[in-house]
């Protein structure tokens, strides 16, 4: 059931994934301020290309696979996991976003930045994000963070937190250690 309240703010209530992608393969432009209750499963939808400013999505947000999605809108927040992973086109995220838990940015090859004092409440996964040569200041990982295969990787942040493991598996470039980063977990470094 799909209500308009105030004809400038949508509100999706117990609506499918598949219905959203309906209304933008038809392409219907959806409004700034969206809500969506509950999770939004947008996979493989390729002809997504951004996400309208101010969406809001209560449960998990899953644009795997959208490979024309370039950048995400400010005033982003996903109470649940965000999963990105696949979206060769994205090169930055906003500064203001929120995650409520864990963040799939593997294999976005395109990505080139991440925002400063980005937190992220679970798990970071930037695996096979060829693009990335640093990580940004003020990063807090209260989870795991991946970097796997981030073989462009040259450097952390001195300030660097992970309350979680940190796996730098096959970082090829990254020749040393912030001696004042802090890990939680373990420390993974094989090349």
Known sequence: MVTIE????????????????QL??????????LTVRGWLDLTNCAELITLPEGLTVGGSLNLNNCTRLTTLPDGLV???DLDLSNCTGLT??????????????SNCTG??????????????DLSNCAGLTTLPKGLIVRGTLYLTDCTRLTSLPEDLVVRGDLDLTNCTRLTSLPDSMTVGGDLYLSK
Do not use: Q
């Open 92 to 105: 930055t995220l906003p500064k203001d976003m929120v995650v409520g838990e864990r963040l799939n940015l």
């Open 24 to 33: 933008i393969a038809a392409g219907t432009s959806l409004p700034k301020g």
């Open 111 to 124: 990505l080139t930045a991440l925002p400063e004092d980005l937190a992220v409440d679970g798990s970071l």
């Open 6 to 21: 105030n004809t400038r703010r949508l509100v999706l209530e117990k609506m499918s994934s598949s219905e959203v992608v």
């Open 78 to 80: 996903v109470e649940g």
